[in-house]
């Protein structure tokens, strides 16, 4: 990002923000303490509704990483944010990963018979905001 405005002094530090390691998602790191128990409850509701054989067991945090006796935000929020992208099922039709949410949604028109092409395009997903 080089949106730097010079008429702007950066006099308060913008909040810091934590990636949810269920859902990927960025918080502040005050939010992130009231996300997380919503999101796990809501992922264990979504688990629940999977077929027995593709049901996770619970995600667990990833510690922090430690650089030099500190947390290092950069490869903390790393770590969260590939814990997310662990967390995806994959399509077992394309081979793309989904929110467990998002794959039945997908798997109405990606089927066995029809599985949906693998992107190569610029069809991007929106990023839901
Ligand atoms: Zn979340
Ligand atoms: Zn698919």
Redesign the pocket.
Known sequence: MDNFNPSQPRASRPAPTVF??????Q?GSKSIDI??P??LKKWHAENDKLPKNQRRAAPTKPDDVIVGGVVDREATNEALWKS?QGLMLECEHCGRRFKEDRLPVHQRSCTADNPAKRLASKSRERPNK
């Open positions: 949810c390691y269920i859902c990927g998602r918080f996300h997380l919503q999101c997310s």
